[in-house]
């Protein structure tokens, strides 16, 4: 694709990049881009694909004095396949076509549809002024247009087959245009966009391109992923080689590395045609490893033959391999009927720590050769393993395979660590000491010194693994952090506040401009945060989440949660142990124990660095804490 402009434009995602989309642009998307950015004055910014809360038009067009438009591309080729509208009993439109088979069927990608939903959504959800200010002037609903472009097919025949949606919507061709191939031939501007021909409008305010631009900015988490994955000589080397023994164990604080390095090892084993098993203990947490490892460009690696699991769903397929369907299922039959929590979650605990590893090994020694084996097994979050497990694991390593396991003590939120003494690991197969990686590459150096001091002050009993701040970033202060402390005196008030938190991040970050999809909020447990997610839908906020009200819910919403969705992030703490995020809302509501404040170092170490900044509030109304918090760079005290 050839784009040619002098003058600066802001592009998002930028030319440079586009090569490199999740979602490649279709032949037509390219063609309108070109003619977006040739004709178009430099003060219109142009987004790309934006992540709209969870909605993804094709193009967003956006001036701070005109206006926003929306456009919806299809290179549909209307003879190729029959179009047509029949209307419903009500005597509504609706877009239908036949296949190659003769089979009729309603189309759901019906683009007029589409581009009304967007506007729509953008004057009542993302830019609420315009709707505030539409009730006593209609006429700022102009702010916004929307157009179609159909690359494929005669503008006639276009406006021939979408004149009944143009009737039902009451669409002025001013604001709504609809164009077909011969405007994108033509490089007719003021066909596709008649918009673009004014300097100014008065009813466009910066404040309303302000607001939007939050919800269409690209994620960070989005051009993350198309980043290469950057490792360091020792980690490299990890990366690259095996020991004598194929039995590899590696300890380092958050931040070091360490989940790099089993990514970067499973996408190196797999272009070398090895099989692969990588296994967590999050449900949640495998999406993130093989994000990592699709970035780990490597010659013929071969991600999706990796087998990518947490640890209880591999555990259920070897049932599941031998057979033993019905013996798995009679576990969790024991759960049947159970009404109090504490005696669920006994019974729970019970099967996922016990039972159901016992089951797994008895049917691996009666029927070995039914159940699949790697020359590989990868272990991310070792810390949360017990010793059964990994020797459970073990069992199913090829002769002369490879081990790898990963761990940070301070991570511990199961307390599990004292398992793995040097004693107890003699027949785990390990030889030699622990490989160690001390230096710090994505935690914020401006975090390190709370981080340690909040260890040193409330986990004296713990065994701390205390990141080291990497010297290049110490020199130069290219990733600043912005840190706020928010103590709030009423329990009662912590979900509003902190969803207000929430909503307020965007702002709080300028002169940043933050994507709302990489804003990640966390609480200690699942009641807190269905009240916070239902708070931010009341506010208009989609959320993925990890949250339910019970054992299966849960796990559904767990197993469906990454972070490329484009939506604002939510999770439990244990839930999201293993990941970072550069934008993030903590809310803390109690510290009963050890672990409760083990949990609260575990969060915010979860801080990345970004290189145009990093932002973490914490909410809370936990007293223990607050002399803490008012050694934050900003400390705020709510007595409600």
């Known amino acids: 694709m050839t784009l040619m402009k002098t003058q600066t434009r802001f592009i998002s995602p930028a030319l440079n990049e ?69 209307f419903s009993k009500t005597g509504l439109p609706e877009l239908w076509a036949t296949s190659k088979t003769g089979k009729d069927f309603p189309v759901k990608d019906n683009p007029i549809e589409k581009v009304m939903q967007y506007k729509e959504s953008l004057v009542n959800l993302y830019c609420p002024r315009i709707a505030n200010k539409a009730v006593a002037n209609y006429q700022y609903k102009a702010v916004i247009t ?45 066909a596709v966009f008649p918009s673009a021909r004014w300097n100014s409008s008065k009813l466009m305010e910066p404040q309303l391109a302000k607001d939007l631009r939050h919800w269409l900015i690209e994620p960070n988490i989005a051009k993350t992923q198309r980043q290469p994955l950057e490792l360091n000589k020792k980690q490299k080397e990890l990366v690259n080689s095996r020991t004598d023994t194929g039995f590899r164990r590696i300890k380092g604080s958050a931040g070091s590395g360490k989940s790099l390095v089993l990514a970067g090892r499973a996408a190196q084993l797999s272009a070398e045609g090895k099989d692969v098993l990588v296994v967590s203990y999050n449900i949640t947490l495998w999406h993130y490893l093989r994000d990592l490892a699709v970035r780990h460009q490597v010659p013929g690696q071969k991600i999706n033959n990796v087998v990518w699991c947490h640890f209880h769903e591999w555990c259920k397929q070897v049932c599941y391999d031998v057979g033993w369907q019905n013996k798995y299922r009679e576990l969790w039959k024991q759960l049947e009927g159970i009404q109090d929590q504490k005696e669920y979650q006994e019974i729970l605990t019970k099967i996922l720590e016990v039972e159901l590893v016992q089951l797994t090994k008895q049917a691996i020694n009666q029927n070995l050769e039914s159940v699949p084996t790697f020359d590989a097994i990868l272990v991310d979050e070792g810390q949360d393993y017990n010793l059964d497990w990994w020797n459970t694991l073990r069992q199913v390593c090829r002769e002369d395979g490879e081990m790898l396991l990963v761990a940070d003590e301070t991570q511990d939120l199961y307390q599990r660590t004292q398992a793995w003494t040097e004693e107890s690991m003699n ?36 065994v701390i693994n205390l990141p080291e701040p990497e010297t290049a970033q110490t020199e130069i202060n290219v990733a600043p952090v912005k840190m ?15 969803t207000k938190a929430v909503l307020k991040m965007p702002v709080w970050s300028e002169p940043d401009t933050l994507s709302y999809s990489d804003i990640v909020l966390l609480t200690q447990d699942h009641p807190s945060g269905l009240k916070c997610v239902e708070m931010l839908k009341q506010n208009r906020v989609k959320v993925a989440h990890v949250f339910g009200k019970n054992h299966e819910e849960k796990k559904g919403r767990k197993l469906e949660f990454y972070m490329g969705d484009a939506r604002v992030k939510a999770a439990t703490i244990h839930s999201f142990k293993g990941w970072e995020s550069s934008a993030m809302v903590i809310q803390i509501n109690r510290v009963d124990s050890e672990q409760d404040l083990a949990t609260i170092y575990v969060a915010i170490s979860r801080l990345k660095r970004q290189i145009n900044g990093s932002y973490l509030t914490v909410v809370c109304s936990a007293p223990e804490l607050e002399d803490f918090g008012q050694t934050w760079e900003q400390f705020e005290k709510i007595n409600v």
């Open 18 to 86: 586009l090569s490199s989309l999740r979602t490649p642009l279709t032949w037509g998307e390219q063609k309108v881009l070109e003619l977006f950015h040739e004709k178009l004055s430099p003060n219109w910014e142009i987004y790309i694909q934006p992540h709209l809360n969870g909605l993804r038009p094709d193009f967003v067009l956006l001036n701070p004095r005109v206006g926003i438009a929306v456009f919806e591309v299809k290179d549909w080729n209307l003879d190729a396949m029959p179009y047509r509208v029949k």
């Open 146 to 190: 929307a157009g179609v472009i159909m690359t494929k097919a005669p503008t006639q025949k276009v406006k021939n087959l979408f004149q009944p949606f143009v009737e039902d919507f009451k669409l002025n061709e001013k604001y709504y245009p609809i164009v077909g191939q011969e405007a994108l031939e033509q490089k007719d501007i003021k």
């Open 427 to 462: 027949g785990a197969g390990f030889r030699g000491d622990w490989v160690r990686l001390d230096t710090c590459y994505r935690t914020p150096n401006q975090l390190i010194p709370s981080l340690q001091q909040f260890a040193e002050t409330y986990l004296e009993n713990s």
């Open 484 to 498: 706020r402390w928010i103590q709030v005196d009423n329990q009662k008030d912590i979900t509003s506040i902190t």
